[in-house]
């Protein structure tokens, strides 16, 4: 199976939140695929640094956090490039949907993902996120979707 993760699910893999149990349960390296867009990286660190100023991430488990979320982003995951392509549908879907710039930038990467699965003959991917606008829209573009939220 082939997901998709967003950084407010792929966020869950690093920080014990709700949701966290579920998604370790759901992404068993042997079993699955992780995909997300190149630009998580940034949105993950800004994330995990947002934590360390607030307090709840102390700079020891930044450090490792961080050297464990590179690490698999080298080794683990799918890592796609943000092309002329997504990025012309990530502005379709900003003005089909309220969406922010970098969650239309998922949707577009996850729906070409999608279609590069479909065209391959495979399975097609759920979209894994913690945002009920971004999960609505990606419903509504006819991926699969799951809140890891819903799973406490």
Request: charged content about 20%; some cysteine.
């Amino acid at each position: 199976m082939t997901y998709y993760l967003d950084t407010s699910a792929m966020l869950k893999r690093y920080v014990n939140e709700t949701g966290s149990a579920w998604l370790q349960g759901l992404l068993v390296p042997t079993q699955t695929v992780v995909t997300t867009t190149q630009l998580l990286i940034a949105e993950v660190v800004s994330a995990l640094n947002r934590r360390v100023r607030e307090g709840t991430v102390t700079t020891l488990d930044y450090a490792r956090l961080a050297g464990r979320f590179r690490d698999d982003c080298r080794t683990r995951y799918q890592l796609v490039a943000v092309n002329n392509a997504i990025l012309r549908i990530a502005c379709d879907m900003l003005e089909r949907y309220p969406l922010r710039a970098y969650d239309a930038v998922h949707l577009a990467t996850a729906l070409s993902a999608n279609r590069r699965l479909a065209s391959a003959g495979a399975t097609g991917l759920v979209f894994l996120c913690a945002d009920d606008r971004l999960l609505r829209a990606a419903a509504a573009e006819g991926l699969a979707a799951d809140n890891p939220n819903d799973h406490p």
